[in-house]
């Protein structure tokens, strides 16, 4: 999740990454991600926003892919810790629910009774995406210094990918050791299969290393993002990837 603030005074806009799975459980085919969008008000408990869905796109390859809109949700958070997404697709799948959401990482900058403070660090977190040529392909990182960690989610496609519809989309996790100050990060790559949408891990699903990467932040709006895959559906694939910043560089970050 990551919230832009002061789009306007008072105003300001949530951007959601959702990775998950279809309905029916199987490999890689089965991954599905989404991303999320709609404003932010001060003062409202509450966030409605616009589910959309990115198809047809091939691996860190043209063509640019369109957003279309499969739903709504809303979007809400008890402590800096606890939220709730709740959601209704209208794609035709007839799904709709509720998920209880718990931060992944250790709070950095949000307190609840003070202005937040301000990290250099953790302000290289957000979205990030892969050009023009590419958009609808990019990462949403999270630097978290007091735990000493850096965790990134890839959102991408199959090779070939472009003519698969809803089957070619592709997701990753990376994980690595991050120090204060640290602006290159050597990680692991993970793919995750055999899970569902929206329902308790289900005893196939696995998690495993199928590759190693690094990203270097060269700035507080540009970075990039080198892969060696090993295993999975990309094996044997390696290459750099120019990322840009999605939204305008938070206060506080520093080069």
Same mark, same amino acid.
């Given at each position: 999740?990551?919230?832009?603030?002061?789009?306007?005074?008072?105003?300001?806009?949530?951007?959601?990454?959702?990775?998950?799975?279809?309905?029916?459980? %199987?490999?890689?085919?089965?991954?599905?991600?989404?991303?999320? =969008? !709609?404003?932010?008000?001060?003062?409202? @408990? &509450? *966030? +409605?926003?616009?589910?959309?869905?990115?198809?047809?796109?091939?691996?860190?390859?043209?063509?640019?892919?369109?957003?279309?809109?499969?739903?709504?949700?809303?979007?809400?958070?008890?402590?800096?810790?606890?939220?709730?997404?709740?959601?209704?697709?209208?794609?035709?799948?007839?799904?709709?629910?509720?998920?209880?959401?718990?931060?992944?990482?250790?709070?950095?900058?949000?307190?609840?009774?003070?202005?937040?403070?301000?990290?250099?660090?953790?302000?290289?977190? %957000?979205?990030?995406?892969?050009?023009?040529?590419?958009?609808? =392909? !990019?990462?949403?990182?999270?630097?978290? @210094? &007091? *735990? +000493?960690?850096?965790?990134?989610?890839?959102?991408?496609?199959?090779?070939?990918?472009?003519?698969?519809?809803?089957?070619?989309?592709?997701?990753?996790?990376?994980?690595?050791?991050?120090?204060?100050?640290?602006?290159?990060?050597?990680?692991?790559?993970?793919?995750?299969?055999?899970?569902?949408?929206?329902?308790?891990?289900?005893?196939?699903?696995?998690?495993?290393?199928?590759?190693?990467?690094?990203?270097?932040?060269?700035?507080?709006?540009?970075?990039?993002?080198?892969?060696?895959?090993?295993?999975?559906?990309?094996?044997?694939?390696?290459?750099?990837?120019?990322?840009?910043?999605?939204?305008?560089?938070?206060?506080?970050?520093?080069?």
């Amino acid at each position: 999740v990551q919230v832009i603030p002061d789009q306007s005074p008072g105003n300001g806009l949530a951007f959601v990454s959702w990775f998950t799975f279809d309905t029916v459980i %199987g490999g890689a085919e089965r991954q599905r991600w989404y991303t999320l =969008q !709609g404003p932010l008000v001060a003062g409202q @408990p &509450n *966030a +409605s926003l616009t589910i959309y869905q990115n198809t047809g796109g091939s691996f860190n390859a043209p063509p640019a892919t369109d957003a279309h809109e499969v739903g709504t949700a809303t979007l809400s958070f008890s402590t800096c810790s606890n939220g709730n997404l709740s959601y209704t697709f209208t794609d035709g799948s007839g799904r709709t629910g509720a998920m209880q959401l718990t931060r992944l990482l250790a709070i950095v900058t949000c307190p609840v009774t003070t202005p937040y403070a301000r990290n250099a660090d953790f302000a290289l977190s %957000g979205s990030w995406y892969a050009g023009a040529a590419r958009s609808g =392909q !990019g990462f949403t990182a999270e630097v978290a @210094p &007091n *735990a +000493s960690a850096f965790f990134l989610s890839w959102f991408t496609y199959a090779p070939n990918g472009a003519n698969a519809g809803a089957t070619g989309q592709r997701w990753y996790t990376a994980q690595g050791a991050f120090t204060p100050g640290l602006r290159t990060i050597p990680v692991q790559i993970y793919e995750t299969t055999g899970g569902m949408f929206n329902t308790p891990k289900p005893p196939g699903q696995n998690t495993v290393v199928v590759g190693a990467g690094t990203m270097a932040f060269q700035s507080c709006s540009a970075a990039t993002f080198s892969y060696n895959f090993i295993g999975g559906t990309n094996s044997g694939l390696s290459g750099l990837i120019n990322l840009s910043r999605v939204g305008p560089t938070p206060p506080g970050c520093t080069q």
